[in-house]
Structures are given as C-alpha cells and as structure tokens.
C-alpha cells in the first residue's frame, strides 16, 4: 500500500521469511518491500537463524512465514518462536495444500498459545500481497481450502484469534468462492451502496477504520455500521472474508447499486 496512513502505521516494521532462496525468491522479497515501503523484509535460512537473531526491539517484528518444507521443524518450534517475538504472527507459506492441510490439523492438536496463519504461494499477485498485507497487520488468515475440507465448522480456534467484540469481529477462515456455483450465482445478486464500495475497497486495502474514516470524512461509528452492513450483504463471517470476497470479484463496481 502507497498511503501516507499505511507507512506511519507500519513505519519500523520488520517480517522475516524463513526457507532458502528458492521457497522465498529475491523477486518476491522485493515485490513486498515495494508495495510496503516502511516494512523491511528479510530472508532467513533456517529456524535455528531465527532464533538466534538479536533483536533490539522484538515488539517491532510483526510477522514470521516459514516454508512448507520446515513443517515439522516449525511445529516442534512454535512455541519458542511465538515466545521470542511475541507481537508476531506466525504463519505457514504453502505451495502445495495437502502439506498446508496437514499441518493446519497438527496445529489444531497441538494448539499452540497463538494463532497460526497461512499464505497461498500460487496466488495472482494481487491476493498475495493482500494475505501478506493482513499478516503484516497482526491479522490470521486461513484459505478456505483448507477449512471447508477438512473441519466443517468445527473448532478451530488453533488456528485464528477469537473475537473480542460482536461488533467488529476479527478474521477467521474464509469460505471459497469460486468453486461454489450457489455462492458465485449469489455475487451476481449482490448490490452495494457506492459509500459500502468505498468502505470495503478501503477494508481491502488493509486500513483500520480510523484511517477509513478519515479517508472518507466519515465517523468511525458509521464506517462500523457500513462494514456490518457489508458483511451481512456478503453473507461472510468478518471483514478479513469480505476483503478476499472484493479481491476474487475483481473490485466492487458492478455490485454497486
């Protein structure tokens, strides 16, 4: 993100991708550091280099994505990575979802003291910085694909933060869209106000709703009310669920009434 809001916000920010040159490509590291220009990214090879690092300001590492091919390693560590930088996410980057799908149930046994994430390697562009974007946010964030299969429902509280309030309720796994004929039909009937556009593009974005407030020169109270009322429309679970539903219809415009 380009705003002058989103670099003040995330300005000192560290996240560390941990796997070799091939999992974590420079191409992709400087893809990120591009699109989030007061993030530093870093590369890391191993977790025992994670875990060494001496850092002076731990509460300024925001995020930790490691490799599939360190899922048994990172399951055997996260506790000592989640004690070690305690203002982090920690998440699980996949290429190949049957491995992301298997370690999804470990964690839900193991349930480590927080949440874990997952970050889609084969996404397009846009959907990669967006999950990336949320995971730099603090925010969890679970593909459908590996939800839907695999728990129905079920508890997964391992695996993202339960909601503090009703209200403004914090992200949890994302139902597919596509692969479901009923619910792309039901995009086709959806219809939003321009101002819940405007909300929503900005909740994809990544911004808060202080900074959507003050983009749109609205109240934060009213900028709850349109993300509520977006949600509801939406039939979606959290605004993490809306912001994938704007990104896999391609914007909101032809929803706009």
């Known amino acids: 993100m380009k705003s002058n809001e989103f670099k003040s916000e995330l300005s000192g920010i560290t996240?560390?991708?941990?796997?070799?040159?091939?999992?974590?490509s420079e191409p992709a590291i400087e893809l990120a550091t591009i699109s989030f220009k007061s993030v530093r990214f870093e590369r890391l090879e191993t977790i025992e280099d994670l875990l060494s690092l001496d850092v002076d300001r731990v509460d300024r590492v925001r995020s930790i994505i490691l490799n599939q091919s360190m899922g048994?390693?990172?399951?055997?560590s996260i506790d000592q990575i989640q004690d070690k930088f305690p203002s982090a996410t920690t998440a699980f980057a996949y290429r190949q979802p049957e491995l992301a799908r298997s370690f999804l149930i470990r964690m839900k046994n193991q349930r480590p003291k927080r949440g874990v994430g997952f970050l889609p390697m084969n996404r397009d562009l846009d959907r990669w910085l967006t999950v990336l974007r949320l995971l730099v946010r603090g925010e969890n964030?679970?593909?459908?694909e590996l939800y839907d299969d695999f728990f129905s429902g079920a508890d997964v509280a391992a695996?993202?933060?339960?909601?503090?309030?009703p209200s403004e309720p914090e992200p949890s796994a994302p139902k597919p869209r596509a692969a479901d004929p009923q619910r792309a039909s039901k995009a086709g009937n959806?219809?939003?106000?321009?101002?819940?556009?405007?909300?929503?593009?900005?909740?994809?974005?990544?911004?808060?709703?202080?900074?959507?407030?003050?983009?749109?020169?609205?109240?934060?109270?009213?900028?709850?009310?349109?993300?509520?009322?977006?949600?509801?429309?939406?039939?979606?679970?959290n605004r993490t669920e809306a912001a994938v539903w704007f990104l896999e219809n391609h914007g909101s415009d032809q929803f706009v009434q």
């Open 190 to 237: 959806i219809r939003l106000t321009t101002r819940e556009a405007q909300v929503l593009s900005c909740v994809a974005e990544g911004k808060q709703n202080k900074l959507i407030a003050n983009r749109l020169g609205l109240s934060e109270h009213t900028v709850k009310l349109h993300i509520h009322h977006v949600i509801a429309k939406l039939g979606v679970n």
């Open 141 to 144: 964030y679970v593909p459908g």
């Open 15 to 24: 996240c560390y991708f941990v796997g070799n040159a091939h999992d974590f």
């Open 72 to 76: 048994e390693s990172f399951s055997n």
């Open 159 to 165: 695996t993202h933060e339960r909601p503090p309030a």
